[in-house]
C-alpha cells in the first residue's frame, strides 16, 4: 500500500509540473506547495533527482510538439525556412547567456541565501509579478513583433536578461519571459513560444549539471528499482500534461489576454501568506 501511494504522489507532481512549468504561474510555488502535502516519502537526493527527471519530461514535450517548426531541415522546408529555423536557434541561443551565465556564477549561493525564506519570497514574487501581468494588459499597446523573423537579436538578448529575473523562487521561468517579450513588443503567441524554445537549453543545461554532479558524488546510482520506476512515471506524466497544456496556452492566448493569470498569482501569494502565517502561529 506504501508503494501505491508513493506512485500517486509521483504521479501528482508529473501533473503539476506539467501545468505550472509552461503556464507563467511558478512551477516552484506550486511544487513545493504540494510537496507539503503530500510529501513523497524519499530521500533528500532522490527528491532532488526527481524534480529534475519532471522538468526533462516538460521539455521533451516541446521538441516532440515543435518538432517541425524547430528542425531545420523538416521535409517540405525551403532555404528560406531553413535560414529562418537557423536564426531562430541563433536568437534562442542568445537570449540563453544571461540566465546562463549568472546562473552558473550564484545559483547555488541564491539557493543556500533565500532557503530559510524561500516560502515568503515565492509568495511576494507571485504577488509582485501577478501585479505585472495585469499592468503590462493595460497598457494596450500594439505588438510590433508578429513573428520570429521581425524579432532584432537585441530584443532576444533582452528577453534573456528578463529571464534571470526567474532565478528568484516564484518569479516563473516562463512568466518573467512572457513578461518581458510582451513589453518588449512580441505578440502574446510569440512570447510565449519563444519562452517555449528558451527552455530547451536553460532547462536541458541545468538539468544535465545537475545530473552529471549526481553521477560525479554516486548518488544517483543507489537508487532502488523502485526508485527508477518513480522517475519514470514522474517523467511520463509531465511529458503528456506537458503536451497538452503548451496547446492550450497557445490556443488560450491568441483569444484571451495574461490577465487572469496575473490574478491568478495574486491569489495564490495570498493562500502561501496564510499557510505560512498559520505555521508561525501554530
Keep these: 500500500m506504501a508503494a501505491f501511494f508513493e506512485i500517486v504522489k509521483s504521479i501528482l507532481m508529473g501533473i503539476v509540473q506539467g501545468i505550472t ?4 504561474v511558478s512551477s516552484t510555488a506550486h511544487l513545493s506547495l504540494l510537496d507539503e502535502l503530500v510529501k513523497m516519502d524519499v530521500s533528500e537526493g532522490f527528491f532532488r533527482i526527481f524534480e529534475v527527471v519532471i522538468q526533462v519530461g516538460s521539455i521533451l514535450a516541446v521538441l516532440v510538439l515543435y518538432f517541425n517548426k524547430l528542425n531545420p531541415w523538416a521535409h517540405g522546408n525551403t532555404d528560406e525556412d531553413k535560414k529562418n529555423t537557423l536564426l531562430l536557434w541563433v536568437k534562442v541561443a542568445v537570449a540563453s547567456i544571461p ?3 549568472v546562473g552558473l556564477l550564484i545559483d547555488d549561493w541564491l539557493d543556500s541565501a533565500l532557503a530559510t525564506s524561500a516560502m515568503w519570497i515565492i509568495a511576494a514574487t507571485l504577488f509582485i509579478y501577478g501585479v505585472l501581468f495585469l499592468w503590462m494588459e493595460n497598457r494596450k499597446k500594439e505588438s510590433k513583433i508578429q513573428n520570429f523573423e521581425d524579432m532584432s537579436f537585441k530584443t532576444a538578448l533582452l528577453i534573456g536578461v528578463f529571464q534571470m529575473l526567474a532565478l528568484i523562487p516564484g518569479t516563473s521561468r516562463s512568466g518573467s519571459t512572457i513578461l518581458g ?3 518588449l513588443g512580441t505578440s502574446r503567441v510569440v512570447a510565449a513560444e519563444f519562452s517555449f524554445f528558451m527552455a530547451i537549453p536553460v532547462m536541458f543545461g541545468a538539468s544535465g549539471l545537475k545530473l552529471f554532479k549526481a553521477g560525479l558524488d554516486g548518488s544517483l ?4 528499482g523502485f526508485e527508477w520506476l518513480l522517475l519514470v512515471i514522474g517523467l511520463v506524466v509531465s511529458f503528456l ?8 496556452l497557445i490556443a488560450f492566448v491568441k483569444k484571451h489576454s495574461f490577465k ?12 502561501i ?3 505560512e502565517t498559520a505555521k508561525l502561529v501554530g
Design 260 to 271: 487572469p493569470f496575473g490574478w491568478y498569482r495574486m491569489a495564490l501569494a495570498v493562500v
Design 273 to 275: 501568506v496564510a499557510v
Design 221 to 224: 546510482f543507489t537508487f532502488t
Design 181 to 183: 517579450a510582451t513589453v
Design 21 to 24: 512549468e509552461w503556464l507563467p
Design 99 to 101: 540566465a546562463a551565465i
Design 241 to 248: 500534461v506537458s503536451l497538452v497544456v503548451i496547446r492550450w
